[in-house]
């Protein structure tokens, strides 16, 4: 066979890429059949990657999708540590504060995300639900628990936003969870505050959430799959009187900073699921 010169050979290819692009061919392989695919699932480092401890049961899945994700931040430090290893240590501190002070049977958010950028699995079959199109029953807003997914923001945003970083790694972890679950992020993605009396996510971050709802639509190709229900109600709870007094986790007015991972109440009466302090 007579060897074939490098420019007879670059000359060819130059022909069959301009005929393809005639013909349509590379246009369509590069725009509509790759946005139809929709967002890729940002880099979720599952729980055996940051070694959480085993909860004390398995999650309960429940047969349906979220119809609100709820943006929190953890009111810790804004601290400089940005490194796989911060991100994986946060993990472990909020699962053993929610488990060993809260009393629960695992850490409560769905997902976590850290300054650095990096994306965690947060209580246990929270990345295989939400790959099914499932809800993890978490321990995040109190009475909303059964159709809200968190996400925990590692910080304290009352007065200065996220990192880029951060806010991008945000940003892609939502667009994922609307594609998913077929909801649209205008409607769907809210503060804690939307929710329960609390300060958080904090007033900066909670004021930038039309600015991320935006950032999610351009993630989704500018599409909206669906629109979610009526918006549910927003709770006080509770008021540090009656009934709801006693150990319920975040509980009354959450002034946000007194303690790390308290930011507004997570579980209330009415949750499909008690937890141990709260039955």
């Not at 940051?50 to 709820?70: C, G, H, I, S």
């Not at 996220?162 to 991008?168: G, T």
Request: some cysteine; hydrophobic content about 35%; aromatic content about 6%.
């Amino acid at each position: 066979m007579p060897a074939i010169s490098r420019r007879a050979f670059l000359s060819s290819a130059y022909l069959s890429v301009a005929l393809l692009s005639a013909q349509g061919g590379i246009t369509s392989l590069a725009g509509p059949a790759l946005a139809a695919r929709g967002p890729r699932r940002p880099r979720v480092y599952t729980r055996s990657e940051w070694q959480a401890d085993p909860p004390e049961n398995k999650a309960e899945v429940l047969d349906r999708a979220p119809d609100r994700l709820v943006v929190h931040h953890t009111a810790t430090a804004n601290t400089g540590a940005a490194d796989l290893a911060a991100a994986f240590r946060l993990s472990r501190s909020i699962q053993r504060y929610h488990m060993r002070h809260n009393g629960w049977e695992d850490i409560g958010e769905q997902f976590t995300v850290s300054r650095g950028g990096y994306v965690m699995e947060g209580r246990n079959r929270s990345l295989p639900a939400a790959e099914a199109g499932r809800h993890v029953l978490g321990a995040q807003v109190a009475d909303h628990n059964d159709h809200t997914l968190g996400v925990e923001t590692e910080g304290t945003y009352t007065s200065c936003l996220p990192p880029a970083r951060q806010l991008s790694a945000l940003t892609s972890l939502l667009a994922w969870l609307c594609d998913a679950y077929g909801l649209d992020p205008q409607v769907a993605v809210i503060g804690h505050r939307d929710l329960n009396r609390t300060a958080c996510p904090g007033d900066r971050l909670y004021a930038y959430l039309p600015q991320l709802r935006a950032d999610v639509v351009r993630r989704l190709g500018g599409r909206a799959p669906r629109r979610p229900g009526a918006a549910p109600p927003r709770l006080a709870l509770p008021d540090g009187s009656g009934d709801l007094s006693g150990d319920l986790s975040g509980g009354g007015t959450a002034l946000v900073g007194d303690l790390p991972f308290e930011h507004g109440p997570a579980v209330g009466p009415h949750d499909l699921t008690r937890h141990p302090r709260v039955l």
